[in-house]
């Protein structure tokens, strides 16, 4: 078992997100604890939405990765945009429990507590976020991975407000405005909000089978015509994207004298060279007669 997560670089990278997320949690708290901070804590809140969307993620790939079966022939892959999905809702509800820290904080607003030392550790927090979302999102790329996507912009929603909230802090003591606390947290709110709708929609857009982007597309119309010299014509072209496979399926129009053999032959042409060129693909051809 163990060597098998070791092996999915996926699964690997999940556990990763969720032992990162308890040391930035942590690191938050104490931020929080050490300022008494609307922001801070609004901040540490996010952080707490890190850990279960990263629980979210290991379950999620874990069941992406298992292999097509009898009740589910085009496999798992799917498993993780319903993740990425529940995860943008969770971003929401904590943009919701924000907003409503930092109405508190603007109807009593109070100057947080030392807030250099606050600063520093928040700053730290921020760090270690930075290079994970970085990380997060560069795997999710190589391996199509929409969860590890998701959880990486997430991460990087958590950057922003980190450094918003260290220029923040900086200008409390200057402008000796109190409110600017609860301030911050509204802002917090905004951008957290605005992360969990685009999860969200990226999520459905996997959901509802979207096409692979025009430059994969265009390499496939040009892939087909060179490896179908012989062919009439190709129509009816589609795609879907899932996860990281790619579904191609079109007509493909040859001389109604061409024998079966020789229509088989430039079928399996253009499927060798749509595997060599796009990788992890499931074609389907369908030929008929001019």
Request: aromatic content about 12%; some cysteine; charged content about 15%.
């Amino acid at each position: 078992m163990i060597f098998k997560i070791i092996k999915n670089k996926k699964i690997l990278f999940s556990l990763g997100s969720f032992l990162v997320s308890l040391v930035v949690f942590f690191l938050k708290y104490l931020a929080w604890k050490t300022t008494l901070s609307v922001a801070f804590y609004s901040d540490m809140l996010e952080t707490t939405i890190n850990v279960l969307a990263a629980i979210f993620e290991i379950f999620a790939i874990t069941i992406s990765t298992q292999p097509a079966d009898k009740n589910h022939t085009y496999g798992h892959y799917k498993a993780e945009y319903i993740s990425a999905a529940a995860e943008g809702l969770l971003v929401i509800v904590t943009s919701i429990l924000i907003f409503y820290e930092a109405w508190q904080g603007w109807k009593n607003p109070q100057f947080p507590m030392a807030p250099l030392k606050g600063i520093i550790l928040n700053g730290t927090a921020g760090l270690v976020n930075l290079f994970w979302a970085i990380t997060l999102i560069r795997v999710g790329k190589k391996y199509f991975s929409a969860v590890l996507i998701a959880g990486g912009q997430h991460v990087l929603s958590d950057v922003w407000t980190t450094i918003g909230l260290i220029v923040g802090f900086t200008l409390i003591p200057m402008f000796q405005w109190a409110a600017l606390d609860a301030l911050m947290g509204f802002f917090i709110a905004i951008n957290i909000l605005r992360i969990g709708f685009g999860i969200i929609k990226n999520s459905i857009n996997g959901l509802m089978d979207k096409a692979p982007d025009p430059q994969t597309i265009s390499s496939i119309y040009k892939i087909i015509q060179a490896n179908a010299p012989e062919a009439k014509e190709f129509h009816m072209v589609r795609f879907r994207q899932v996860g990281n496979l790619i579904f191609i399926d079109f007509h493909l129009v040859v001389s109604g004298e061409m024998r079966v053999k020789e229509a088989h032959k430039i079928c399996d042409r253009i499927e060798h060279a749509l595997q060599k060129v796009i990788g992890n693909v499931s074609i389907n051809i369908h030929v008929e007669p001019e």
